[in-house]
């Protein structure tokens, strides 16, 4: 099979330029529906899911690729290299921040610039940096997720959403966790909250935007502080919108960000 049937890949827009989008944990390309139609009139969008998520091949999951980042982020690299797509605007969620990253370092020339919409290096707290939880905090997440699938996707998702008063909202996350096939989910949790990829934030030679909520439980705004404090070229944004995805909770704002980046 190959990556475009792979990863689901879809290919919208009549601009010349290019923006790929990438989902987080537990979600799939569905995520971006209020954001992407925005940027169609000047931009090819590219929207995929990850293997394992969404219309993606779930037959091509590979426990051994995808036990860390890299196996995504070789994912994004060869969904570009087959459609023959340079200078990307890649806009990543959450983990696929990092991801977008990941495969800034391994192939630099396919990007103009990254958009890293709340994005963590690390989730675990290490000397002076916060990171949002203790080891003991992530290991009882993953033991939760382990023993309880849907009852952890239901628990957790109107938290990770941060906007109790939308209860709609937490009602969307919950039903987009709960669709992942559990074994998956409990591996890619793994994958993405035991990550700490601290060390290549120093050495991304692509622009990025990064956008942080300014109260988010699962990147709270030091880790955004953080990130921008060690890459250089980097401008942080930090938003009125609140929770982990305003992608779904604030498209307006992200979209208006997102232009004003993209234009200045």
């Given at each position: ?10 290919v919208k827009g009549a601009g010349e330029k ?77 983990v696929s921040a990092v991801m977008g990253l ?163």
């Amino acid at each position: 099979m190959n990556v475009i049937e792979r990863n689901n890949v879809i290919v919208k827009g009549a601009g010349e330029k290019v923006m790929m989008f990438a989902h987080g944990f537990g979600c799939d390309q569905n995520m971006w529906r209020f954001v992407y139609p925005a940027f169609e009139a000047d931009y090819k969008i590219i929207l995929f899911d990850h293997v394992g998520a969404g219309g993606s091949d779930l037959s091509a999951y590979s426990y051994e690729k995808y036990n860390n980042l890299n196996g995504y982020a070789q994912d994004i690299v060869e969904i570009a290299n087959t459609l023959d797509f340079r200078d990307m605007v890649f806009v990543g969620h959450s983990v696929s921040a990092v991801m977008g990253l990941i495969a800034a370092e391994i192939a630099p020339e396919l990007f103009k610039c990254l958009i890293l919409v709340s994005p963590s290096p690390s989730y675990i707290n290490q000397d002076d940096y916060v990171g949002g939880f203790n080891r003991a905090e992530i290991e009882e997440l993953l033991e939760s997720l382990d023993n309880n699938h849907l009852g952890w996707s239901m628990a957790m998702a109107p938290v990770i959403m941060g906007n109790p008063n939308r209860k709609e909202l937490g009602d969307e996350l919950s039903n987009s966790f709960c669709k992942t096939d559990p074994e998956i989910a409990k591996h890619f949790a793994r994958t993405t909250f035991l990550t700490d990829k601290r060390d290549i934030l120093d050495k991304t030679n692509v622009p990025a935007l990064i956008l942080q909520c300014s109260n988010d439980v699962i990147a709270p705004v030091e880790v955004g502080h953080y990130m921008h404090r060690h890459m250089p070229g980097s401008k942080l944004v930090v938003m009125d919108a609140t929770g982990h995805c305003p992608n779904l909770s604030a498209p307006e704002e992200t979209i208006a960000n997102m232009i004003s980046y993209l234009n200045g």
